[in-house]
Every structure is written in structure tokens, then in C-alpha cells.
């Protein structure tokens, strides 16, 4: 499997500016749960959210913007991981721009975030939910030896061991 070169960068509040546009594509929101923000501000918003992260003790919110070149002016999506530490376990999850599906692009931020959190002590599981149409994330997460484990409210819930050499 040929992984294209990412250049991740933890998402900041001004990161709305570069990414409003593209999270206008109303397909992206066929298999994200997430909202289409109506302005800048409000998204701007939801990234100060994102980057105060969990109230609750357990959890570690983990957000970063994904650029295709190393000067980091084109950003291609996003990344997210969420880990709860009592259960030794992080969600995964990431959203590609629509203007860069098929790219390989979904393979390459999948490739950092398990190789990224498999550093991280105490954790055991990496998880992911998506949605039972989405078929390109289900065989990306399928080529990363995750198992699909059952399915809750139209999506199915993935799962792999930490430290699976791939």
C-alpha cells in the first residue's frame, strides 16, 4: 500500500478561516454526523470547543488540520481522536474535503492517527464509527486490520488492537 505524505498541524481557532469554504460541500455531510456551520464565527466557535476539550476527566479530545504540502497552506481535512483512559481505548476519526475523495488522502491521515496513538502508553483499542454507506472508509479501515464489531444507529463500529504491525 503506497501512503501519501500528510503534514498534520493540532487544529487552532484561526485554522476556521482555511477551512469554512471547504466544509460548505454538502457531501460531506452524508456520513458525518456533524453540522454544516452557516459562518465563520460559529465555526470558529466550535474549534475553541474542540481545542478546550472534554469537561470530563477521562477523556482527551485530540483535533488536527491535515495539509498536503509541507508549508501547510492547502488543507485537504481533519483528523480527531478521542481517548478515554479508563477504558485504555481512543475513537478515531477523520474527514477528508470532498475535493480531495480518492486521493489516497483518507489512507494517508488513517496511517498517522494509528501510528500516532499506538505511541501513546495505555492504550489498547483504537475504535471507529462509520456509516454503513460510506464504503471507501470501510475498506480503508478494513486495509488497517480493523474488524467490524457490530452496527448501532446506522453506523458500524470498527475496531483494532494497539501495536498491530502492519
Not at 25 to 52: C, G, H, T, V, W
Not at 88 to 116: C, E, R
Not at 129 to 134: F, H, Q, S
Amino acid at each position: 500500500m503506497i501512503i501519501k505524505e500528510i503534514y498534520p498541524c493540532l487544529l487552532k481557532v484561526m485554522d476556521a478561516e482555511k477551512t469554512f469554504i471547504h466544509l460548505q460541500e454538502d457531501a460531506l455531510y452524508n456520513f458525518i454526523p456533524d453540522k454544516k456551520y452557516s459562518n465563520l464565527e460559529d465555526l470558529k466557535i466550535r474549534y475553541q470547543q474542540l481545542i478546550d476539550g472534554s469537561k470530563n476527566r477521562n477523556e482527551i479530545w485530540l483535533n488536527w488540520l491535515i495539509f498536503m504540502d509541507s508549508d501547510r497552506k492547502n488543507p485537504i481535512g481533519t483528523m480527531q481522536a478521542t481517548i478515554l483512559k479508563d477504558e485504555q481505548k481512543a475513537y478515531l476519526g477523520y474527514v477528508i474535503y470532498k475535493k480531495y475523495w480518492y486521493l489516497g488522502y483518507g489512507t494517508a491521515a488513517l496511517n498517522w492517527l494509528i501510528h500516532h496513538l499506538e505511541k501513546i502508553e495505555n492504550i489498547n483499542y483504537l475504535e471507529a464509527y462509520v456509516d454503513i454507506n460510506n464504503k471507501y472508509s470501510i475498506k480503508i479501515l478494513e486495509n488497517f486490520y480493523f474488524e467490524n464489531i457490530r452496527v448501532l444507529n446506522g453506523d458500524f463500529i470498527f475496531q483494532r488492537l494497539c501495536n498491530k504491525r502492519l
